[in-house]
Structure formats: structure tokens, C-alpha cells
């Protein structure tokens, strides 16, 4: 049974940083990449950076490129995504996603259950 379980939201101040933390389980996480995605109250979902089995970053919004980027670790089954520069734009739920290849494609397997960023002053 595959679960992807997102963890390290909550609030935090414009400016300030977190590390968010998808615990990936049911499936080796070393052979694929895993995607990070966002969805602010009212917005459409979208995608923010994926990184591939060997650590390479792409970037999916320009708005995010500078202030965040991801790493992983297979022996703990994580994956991460360090926030740095929060704004209030950065407020939303953030989303882990497996990916159906070592490499940044569009094809998603499975879906952790969201994480919280509320960045308010």
C-alpha cells in the first residue's frame, strides 16, 4: 500500500522558512523522481519544482525559483522542500507527488494529502 504523508507546515512570518517533508512509503523512493505542487484558497493547483531520482531541480514556477528548493534522502524514504523568503503569496496547501520516471515528466502516480503553509504577519 503506497502513502505519501507531507509533514512541516504551518505558520510562519513573510520572510521566515520551513522545510516541508513527504515520507514516502510501498514503493522504493530511489528509482523516481518526485514533484512538488501547491494550491492557494481560491486558486488553481499548481506546480512548483520536481526533482528527479538523482537530485536535479526543475523549476515549474518562476515565482518560487531563488527561494525554494528541494532535496531528498532514499535511505529515509524523503523527500524535502525547503521554503526560504516566505511571502503571503506562498500561503497554501503544498503537495507531494511521485513521479512515473527517474526523470521531471508530467506523469503522477501517487498524491500525499497536503500540507498547510499559512505565512502571515
Known amino acids: 500500500q503506497v502513502h505519501l504523508v507531507e509533514s512541516g507546515g504551518g505558520l510562519v512570518q513573510p520572510g521566515g522558512s520551513l522545510r516541508l517533508s513527504c515520507e514516502v512509503s510501498g514503493f522504493p523512493l530511489d528509482p523516481y523522481a518526485m514533484a512538488w505542487f501547491r494550491q492557494a484558497p481560491g486558486k488553481e493547483r499548481e506546480a512548483v519544482l520536481c526533482i528527479s531520482s538523482s537530485g536535479g531541480i526543475t523549476y515549474y514556477a518562476n515565482a518560487v525559483e531563488g527561494r525554494f528548493t528541494s532535496d531528498r534522502d532514499n535511505a529515509k524514504s524523503t523527500v524535502y522542500l525547503q521554503l526560504n523568503n516566505l511571502k503571503l503569496e506562498d500561503t497554501a496547501v503544498y503537495y507531494c507527488?511521485?513521479?512515473?520516471?527517474?526523470?521531471?515528466?508530467?506523469?503522477?502516480?501517487?498524491w500525499g494529502q497536503g500540507t498547510r503553509v499559512t505565512v502571515s504577519s
Open positions: 507527488a511521485s513521479v512515473d520516471s527517474r526523470w521531471c515528466t508530467d506523469d503522477y502516480d501517487y
